[in-house]
């Protein structure tokens, strides 16, 4: 079976400009996160999705927006990009939201801002 | 808080021998732990995962051990192989954020063929 699949695998841009980045989660998984990786630390939370709504935001500003479709892909976009959005960005996938579920990653897109 | 450190701790230990990698958690509501590898290049892959409920769990070559009195975790893996060198994170669920994980700072894993 597939694992979580991000598109696409890297990116480069220029500040100021927008970027859409698709995650398709694993066969039958209906909850979708992401996560931004800055070089050297671990994952921060973005946004988690069930069932095509919001149901979860971390500390990003509103430049940061996502959205699930109803076959449980998703969409992470950015607008106006700063050099700090500079990272590993990752999607990931559980069968449904809760507690207690484990959450499978995908290999992530590597954004570069110049 | 969230934040992480920029500068992770190393573990360097010789084939064949055990490792033991220790995580400090931050909030006592979390109820939920889950260990993950990420190699270079690629995002992290799930270990092993422990409820708050629980002290102990194996998997295959893998423990986890929860303490919640002090906040802590830990891996320990058997006879570790070349093939676990990465960084380790754990990373915990806080109750009622629903899916939303917070990641430790991370420890990199050396293993010395």
């Known amino acids: 079976d597939a694992g979580v699949t991000q598109s696409p695998t890297h990116l480069i841009k220029t500040r100021g400009q927008q970027v859409t980045l698709r995650c398709s989660p694993i066969?039958?998984?209906?909850?979708v996160s992401w996560y931004q990786q800055v070089l050297g630390q671990g994952p921060q939370f973005i946004f988690q999705?069930?069932?095509?709504?919001?149901?979860g935001r971390g500390n990003f500003p509103d430049r940061f927006s996502a959205r699930q479709f109803p076959n449980y892909s998703s969409e992470l976009n950015v607008n106006a990009l700063l050099l700090g959005d500079s990272a590993l960005y990752l999607c990931?996938?559980?069968?449904?939201?809760?507690?207690?579920?484990?959450?499978?990653f995908g290999d992530g897109t590597r954004l570069s801002i110049l | 808080g969230e934040s992480v450190g920029l500068h992770l701790p190393t573990l360097s230990v010789q084939e064949g021998d055990n490792s033991i990698i220790n995580c400090a958690y931050s909030?006592?509501?979390?109820?939920?732990f889950i260990w993950y590898k990420q190699e270079s290049g690629k995002g992290p892959q799930f270990i092993i995962d422990?409820?708050?409920?629980?002290d102990k769990r194996q998997g295959q070559r893998v423990t986890v051990l929860l303490n919640k009195t002090v906040k802590h975790l830990s891996l320990q893996i058997v006879a570790t192989q070349p093939g676990d060198s990465a960084v380790y994170f754990c990373?915990?669920?806080?109750?009622?954020?629903?899916?939303?994980?917070?990641f430790g700072a991370g420890t990199i894993l050396r293993v010395k063929s």
């Open positions: 066969s039958g998984h209906k909850s």
């Open positions: 999705y069930y069932e095509k709504e919001e149901r």
């Open positions: 990373a915990e669920n806080i109750g009622g954020y629903g899916n939303k994980l917070v």
């Open positions: 990931a996938s559980s069968l449904v939201q809760g507690v207690g579920q484990p959450q499978h």
């Open positions: 422990i409820r708050s409920n629980m």
């Open positions: 909030n006592s509501a979390s109820d939920y």
